[in-house]
C-alpha cells in the first residue's frame, strides 16, 4: 500500500535511479520508493548486454543486466518500495506527485525530496531533418538494439550506421555479430563523438568503415529501405555538390545524439541548461528548485555507467539529508563558466561553504578534440585555483578536474569560476 507522503522519492529505475535510491537510504531516510515506467528496474542497462559496465565502481568488467542486478538486489535488501509500470504524470515545485499506474490506478502523493533520474532518449529522423520517403527500416540505434538482445528480431541484413555515437558503434558490431553487413558508419563531424575504445573494438577490429564529414543526404526506397544517398560535407556541414554515393541496403540505424529527459522537470519550474539540455544543478546535484535533486544522464550524458552511478550516489544523499533536515548553512553560489574550448561545466555553481567539506569535482566536455597535451585549469579572475594535464581532449570523452580545499578563501572572494583548456 503506497503512502502519502515519503521522505524520498527517485523517478527512474536505470543506474542513476537505483543508485541514488540505494544511498537515499543507506544515508538514513526511512520511507523511500522508486517509480518505474517500465515493467522491470533497470533501465537502458537491460539491453545492454555488452561488457565494459562496472570497472570503476566494482573493479570487475561486467555486462549491462548483471550490473543493474546489483542495485537491484542491494534495493530490494534495503527495504526500498518500488512501483512498476507507472507514468508519472506531473510534478509540482512543491514535490507533489501524480502518476498512473497499472497497479494502483491514479496515484497522488508528495515527496520531502524528490530525485529527477528519468535518463535520456535518442534523437530522431524528425529531429535531424533527413529527407526522403518514409520506408520501414529506419530505427534508432538503441531500438535496434532492443530488437536484437531483448526482443530476438533482426532490424535488417544490409545496414549502414548514421553518426560515431557509443550505441551506433556498439550495435555496428553486434550486427555484425548476428551475421548482418555493416556498409560503414557515417559522421557529419570531422571527429569521432563517441569513445575511442568503441571505435576500436567494434569498428576497426570488425573492419567496418568510418566516414568521417559524412552524413545522409537521401532514404530511397518505399514499402521498405533499398538505399541511402550519402554526401561528404564542409567545414560548414554543407553538402558538397558532386560527392554523392548512393549504397544499397535495408536499414538505416541513426545514432546522432541523446537528449536529457526533462518534460516533468519543465513541468516543475526546474531551470534547463540550454547547451545540456538538463537541469542547472550545484554540487550536491540540486536544481533551482528546493528539495529537488537530478542524477545520470538526466543532467547530462555521461560516457560510462560508473561515473552516473557516482553522481547519482550524490544526489541520493544530498536528497536523503534534504529531507531529514540535515542542511548544511547555504553561503552563496559562486558560478561555473565555460572558457576556451569547453563546451559545458557541471555542476554550474558551487555552495562556496562546499570547499570547507572536500574538494569539489568538475566535469566538462571539449568543444573541439586536441590531439596533444594540454591542461585543464580552473581560474577566479586571473588566479589559477586548478590545474590537471592530460594527454589529450576529445568531445567525445568526459573530462573531469577538482577544485581542491586548499581554494577555499580565493574561492569565498570570487563571483565567479572559468574552466578552461591550455594547449601544451
Keep these: 500500500m503506497l503512502k502519502q507522503m515519503y521522505d524520498v522519492v527517485v523517478i527512474?529505475?536505470?543506474?542513476?535511479?537505483?543508485?541514488?535510491?540505494?544511498?537515499?537510504?543507506?544515508?538514513?531516510?526511512?520511507?523511500?520508493?522508486?517509480?518505474?515506467?517500465?515493467?522491470?528496474?533497470?533501465?537502458?542497462?537491460?539491453?545492454?548486454?555488452?561488457?565494459?559496465?562496472?570497472v570503476e565502481i566494482f573493479k570487475e568488467d561486467l555486462p549491462g543486466p548483471a550490473y543493474a542486478q546489483r542495485f537491484i538486489d542491494e534495493v530490494y535488501q534495503l527495504g526500498v518500495e518500488i512501483l512498476l509500470d507507472a507514468m508519472v504524470l506531473d510534478l509540482s515545485s512543491g514535490r507533489r506527485i501524480y502518476a498512473t499506474s497499472s497497479q494502483s490506478g491514479i496515484v497522488e502523493l508528495s515527496a520531502r525530496a524528490v530525485v529527477l533520474a528519468m535518463g535520456c532518449r535518442e534523437r530522431t529522423r524528425a529531429q535531424i531533418h533527413l529527407p526522403g520517403s518514409r520506408p520501414a527500416g529506419v530505427y534508432t540505434a538503441g531500438t535496434a538494439q532492443r530488437f536484437v538482445n531483448i526482443e530476438g528480431y533482426m532490424p535488417g541484413s544490409r545496414c549502414v550506421v548514421l553518426g560515431s555515437g557509443d550505441i551506433g558503434m556498439i550495435m555496428a558490431r553486434r550486427l555484425t555479430f548476428e551475421g548482418a553487413q555493416v556498409e560503414r558508419v557515417l559522421e557529419i563531424m570531422p571527429f569521432l563523438t563517441g569513445l575511442m575504445r568503441n571505435y576500436v573494438q567494434c569498428l576497426r577490429d570488425f573492419?567496418?568503415?568510418?566516414?568521417?564529414?559524412h552524413t545522409v543526404s537521401r532514404i530511397v526506397g518505399n514499402n521498405r529501405v533499398e538505399a541511402v544517398e550519402v554526401v561528404q560535407v564542409n567545414e560548414n556541414r554543407e553538402p558538397i555538390a558532386g560527392t554523392e554515393e548512393v549504397i544499397p541496403c535495408d536499414t538505416l540505424l541513426l545514432s546522432v545524439g541523446l537528449i536529457p529527459e526533462n518534460e516533468l522537470s519543465r513541468k516543475a519550474g526546474v531551470a534547463l541548461d540550454p547547451i545540456t539540455g538538463g537541469p542547472y544543478v550545484d554540487e550536491r546535484m540540486q536544481t533551482n528548485i528546493s528539495g529537488i535533486f537530478a542524477a545520470g544522464n538526466?543532467?547530462?550524458?555521461?560516457?560510462?555507467?560508473?561515473?552516473?552511478?557516482?553522481?547519482?550516489?550524490?544526489?541520493?544523499?544530498?536528497?536523503?539529508?534534504?529531507?531529514?533536515?540535515?542542511?548544511?548553512?547555504?553561503?552563496?553560489?559562486?558560478?561555473?563558466e565555460s572558457g576556451n574550448n569547453v563546451r559545458y561545466v557541471v555542476p554550474h555553481a558551487i555552495d562556496r561553504e562546499s570547499l570547507a567539506e572536500a574538494d569539489q569535482r568538475l566535469q566538462l566536455?571539449?568543444?573541439?578534440?586536441?590531439?596533444?597535451?594540454?591542461?585543464?585549469?580552473?581560474?577566479?579572475?586571473?588566479?589559477?585555483?586548478?590545474?590537471?594535464?592530460?594527454?589529450?581532449?576529445?568531445?567525445?570523452?568526459?573530462?573531469?578536474?577538482?577544485?581542491?580545499?586548499?581554494?577555499?578563501?580565493?574561492?569565498?572572494?570570487?563571483?565567479s569560476l572559468r574552466v578552461s583548456i591550455r594547449s601544451g
Design 365 to 415: 566536455r571539449v568543444s573541439e578534440p586536441i590531439e596533444e597535451r594540454v591542461s585543464v585549469e580552473v581560474s577566479a579572475g586571473e588566479e589559477r585555483i586548478a590545474r590537471s594535464v592530460h594527454r589529450y581532449v576529445r568531445p567525445g570523452e568526459m573530462v573531469s578536474i577538482d577544485i581542491p580545499q586548499k581554494a577555499y578563501d580565493t574561492v569565498q572572494r570570487a563571483e
Design 298 to 336: 538526466v543532467v547530462h550524458v555521461y560516457d560510462l555507467v560508473d561515473w552516473v552511478t557516482e553522481a547519482a550516489y550524490l544526489a541520493g544523499r544530498s536528497a536523503a539529508h534534504y529531507a531529514l533536515e540535515e542542511r548544511r548553512r547555504f553561503a552563496g553560489r559562486v558560478r561555473l
Design 12 to 54: 527512474g529505475s536505470g543506474p542513476a535511479g537505483l543508485a541514488a535510491a540505494v544511498e537515499a537510504k543507506k544515508q538514513g531516510a526511512e520511507d523511500v520508493l522508486v517509480i518505474e515506467r517500465a515493467q522491470e528496474l533497470g533501465g537502458i542497462l537491460q539491453q545492454c548486454i555488452h561488457n565494459g559496465f562496472g
Design 207 to 213: 573492419d567496418i568503415p568510418l566516414q568521417l564529414r
